[in-house]
């Protein structure tokens, strides 16, 4: 056989953190039912160390209202697969900081979902220029299983830290575990130093269990 007739090597993408690989299609992936989008009472919160002390609301018209941007990144999930490419529009996190201030001292954020899913971020995590708060994908708003009308994506992080439906925005004081968090995964979550679990974790990457 000729050299000319070998298999080319599996060439990997230099956007796949180790351990992962390239998803085509997007499957949707999370833990229990897809809630049903009700327009007339949904509102986004934030709440907790706030500046003013005040909690503070938009209903949907004006959350969707707020500037937009897009931003184009990579979603990873901890399972290992990754879906490379996307292009994200929505709320800028760093726009609902300008907009409610927290307080000094404040170090992490609580982003709530749906049925109590929650993730914990570091602040400096959440106020990245690409943290956003996505109502389309590629220019198509979300499918309700994608999360309609609003999810939080942070490409820097496993995609676990990016509730789908997301509703509130709790600034904290001092750091604590989210959903899976607190069910055995890293509260850092870098794919690219593969925080997967909690057992990876060492001294100062987040509250005692
Ligand atoms: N509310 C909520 N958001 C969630 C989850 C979940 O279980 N509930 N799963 C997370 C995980 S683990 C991943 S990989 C992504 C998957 O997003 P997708 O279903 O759009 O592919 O959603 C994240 N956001
Ligand atoms: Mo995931």
Redesign the pocket.
């Known amino acids: 056989m000729g050299q000319s007739e070998r298999e080319p090597l599996p060439s990997s993408d230099p956007r796949l953190p180790p351990g992962q690989r390239r998803q085509r299609g ?7 039912p897809v809630p049903r989008f009700k327009p007339l009472t949904w509102d986004f919160q934030v709440f907790g160390a706030t500046a003013s002390a005040e909690k503070h609301s938009w209903d949907f018209a004006g959350f969707t209202a707020l500037p937009r941007t897009t931003v184009r990144a990579d ?1 990873h ?3 290992r697969f990754s ?1 490379l490419g996307n292009e994200w529009t929505g709320v800028p996190a760093s726009e609902v900081l300008e907009r409610v201030p927290p307080a000094p001292g404040v170090t992490h954020v609580m982003v709530w ?3 109590g ?1 929650s993730a914990n971020l570091r602040l400096a995590d959440f106020a990245d220029a690409s943290a956003v708060f996505a109502t389309h994908r590629n220019g198509e708003p979300l499918s309700a ?3 309609f009308p609003v ?1 939080l994506v942070v490409p820097h992080l ?3 830290k ?4 997301v509703r509130a925005v709790e600034y904290m004081r001092a750091d604590r575990r989210g ?2 968090e607190e069910r055995g995964y890293h509260n850092l979550a870098d794919p690219w130093r593969e925080q997967r679990y909690s057992y990876q974790e060492e001294p100062g990457d987040g509250p005692l269990r």
Request: charged share 15%; hydrophobic share 40%.
């Open positions: 997007w499957p949707a992936l999370h833990y229990g979603l999930c901890v399972t879906l979902a749906e049925y899913y299983e994608h999360g999810r496993y995609a676990w990016g509730p789908k439906w959903f899976w």
